[in-house]
């Protein structure tokens, strides 16, 4: 069964950074999946943030290119979202997709 923990996530003001980090475990061949991170602020849908193929290919929505980084180490199972030049609507819960598993998010708040 695989799991996955996000982490990295708290307070930050305007035009700071941050760095988010996922880590799966499990029975997984973690290289072969396209590994996502979403966010969801309060009374909105869960957007899609940024994803990261096998091969190393990126994807960002249009509101955070430019300001945010995916990268991923297979070996270690683990992804991460650096977030730079943070905005106040960035505030939000972000999760750490992999097939059909999510983790419990972790809270990312922007605001001076």
């Known amino acids: 069964q695989v799991q996955v923990v996000e982490s990295g996530g708290g307070l930050v003001q305007p035009g700071g950074s941050l760095r988010l980090s996922c880590a799966a475990s499990?029975?997984?061949?973690?290289?072969?999946?396209?590994i996502r991170w979403y966010r969801q602020a309060p009374g909105k849908q869960r957007e899609l943030v940024a994803s990261?193929?096998?091969?190393?290919?990126?994807d960002y929505a249009d509101s955070v290119k430019g300001r945010f980084i995916i990268s991923r180490d297979n070996a270690k199972k683990m992804v991460s979202l650096q977030m730079n030049s943070l905005k106040p609507e960035d505030t939000a819960v972000y999760y750490c997709?992999?097939?059909?598993?999510w983790g419990q998010g972790t809270q990312v708040t922007v605001s001076s």
């Open positions: 997709n992999i097939i059909t598993t």
């Open positions: 499990g029975t997984i061949f973690f290289g072969l999946h396209v």
């Open positions: 990261i193929a096998s091969g190393g290919s990126t």
